[in-house]
DNA sequence: TAGCAACTTGAGGTCCCCCTCAGGTTCGCG
DNA sequence: CGCGAACCTGAGGGGGACCTCAAGTTGCTA
């Protein structure tokens, strides 16, 4: 095992991170690894010699995108108005979902708040738990709405995203329904 | 092509359909029909026999279902409360998607109100229809609620009904959430 | 620039599901 | 009964996706 890879290698390696990224945002975590292969321009030996199995590949592609979540919770958390702060961090997390689709399906089968596909999403986790709570004890968001439902809400709206099919209108119409139905008046 | 069945052919459709029935139910529309002849203890061959692909035998199972949401629909038309009609019919639905995970994915796939699995459920999208319009006449549902929000919802609702596996007050909590927001007070 | 380690290749084994059809079995009529 | 039509069977061909590995190629170092 080598300290550095060699140049083709490297180069290699970085094309299947960008097909990976692009299919997998596409067509979801189950895309096909002969199809990413064939995008990097390789052959279907060369990502196993890269990636031992599509977990691996999630690994490296999933965080990048996980990792913005950050930026958005923490913004969240600063912002002035709690209940601007907690629908905003929603539909940017959603707007991400229909962005990409891998992300879509990753947060989804893993609610934000567990432990996560990566350590990066568990860290999340908690400052989500907080814009929530901040939400709850400005008494905006109605006090029995805790991080189950967070997580509810990410399934129910995963499949508008997906059904929607990259018309943003048609989920942020419905998330508009349900905040209506989670506000405090 | 005889005009009436075999003893031992009857016998074995009738298995065959009951075999459906369960597996459709339990692991959706995409269940392998090896399996469902093997629980009708029958060969493949014989499924094919009476059933030339899938379409087939989701033609005979799924309108029995989408028959018992008439009932539902025709009960909330009648029904005193026009607010209670319309979250009644929900509710029914609902049980139902989580009873049977087959209902659960034509529902989702073909929205209630459009060209349906089976002649039955477009029967049942007017009805839909009226019982919206009727709360929403009666003042008690936001005006601006249409049939696309429903068949929205219906998304929203499928995931949820799938992820939470068998603990209806999950689904039911969310659409409780939901619904407030949709009520007019 | 020679030579070896590092890397790439793609045919092919495995699995799971689809559906078919030639040959054997059973029903039920006459 | 006995015979023909109706029916059943399950091996097997086809397709898609997974992953492996022996043989060939290429980059890099000395």
Redesign the pocket.
Known sequence: ??R??????????DRLLAAARELFAEQGV????????RRA??????????F????ALLDQVLPERLAELDVLAAAALVDADPWHGFTAFLDGMFAMQARDRAVNEAVTRNPVGAVGVAAECGRAGGVVESIVARARGAGVLRADFGPADLATLIWAMSTVITMSAGDDAVWRRHLGFVLDGLRVR
């Open positions: 095992m080598p550095t890879l060699r140049a083709d290698a490297a180069r290699n390696r189950d895309a096909p690894l002969e199809e990413v292969a321009g390789v052959s279907i030996g060369t990502l196993y010699n890269h031992p199995n599509r977990g």
